[in-house]
């Protein structure tokens, strides 16, 4: 590993980024736009490595920025809301988040953000075959493996911001095989509000919604594909979310 690469993972490091993404951030989030935080006493006591958030995925990088302000939020001791963000002066810093390494080499900000925790990873489908979403090179499943491990982990099972995009089978097969303590998040609003891939305001005004459920519980005994379909169902992402007359 090199030194840049052992520097990424310290906390001194993520603490200095956290605090300029956050401070640059918190206005469009909070002020700007408002955030509206449910099921936060789901985070409540959760073990402090092997906890993996699954979420449907709106915009490449505020959501994630918007889910490390609630974690910072949620180690002093608020849990559906995020006040002023003193948080940022000790910051919840044993969070990754699984990014595309292609979209994090995209600009300076990714570039920067990057340092936030990123897991980059590549993809093993081919973008145009909506049917044809294999799963994660199994070398970044190790990877993420490896961070899980250590702390929490954010993913988006779908690996687009189109709504109601197939799962990835490698969620599933990190589930199986990792046994973390899965909590479904829920999402809404950012793609209004925020662009696609950048912190750059669409809208003002914009309710943002994020919803903590409470944790999936597995057996091991089920099949990637059964895990598949309960994680969708727990992110309103499954085909009955898709038809309002079967949701």
Known sequence: MSFLDRMKKTRIARSIVYFIVGVFSYPGIAVIN????????????????NVLFVS?????FADVITFLHIFCAVKWK????????????NPFTRVN?????????SSLL??????????TVKRTWNPEAHD?????NPSDTRNISKALA??????????????????RKGTAYLIKKSNPTVIPVVIDGFSKAFGKKGLNLKARGVKLRVTFKEPLRFSGNESLDE?????????????RFADPLQA
């Open 34 to 49: 408002k955030l509206k935080i449910t099921g936060g006493e789901n985070l409540r006591n959760l073990p402090a490595r």
């Open 56 to 60: 449907n995925h709106q915009t490449y």
């Open 78 to 89: 608020r849990f559906n809301r995020l006040g002023f963000p003193i948080y940022l002066l």
């Open 97 to 105: 988040y699984v990014a595309a390494g292609k979209t994090m080499k």
């Open 110 to 119: 990714s570039r920067f953000f990057s340092w936030a925790g990123a897991i």
């Open 132 to 136: 044809s979403r294999k799963g994660l």
């Open 150 to 167: 250590e702390n929490w982990v954010i993913t988006f099972p779908q690996g687009t911001t189109k709504p109601f995009a197939p799962c």
């Open 227 to 239: 895990i598949m379909q309960v994680v969708m169902d727990s992110i309103e992402q499954s085909e």
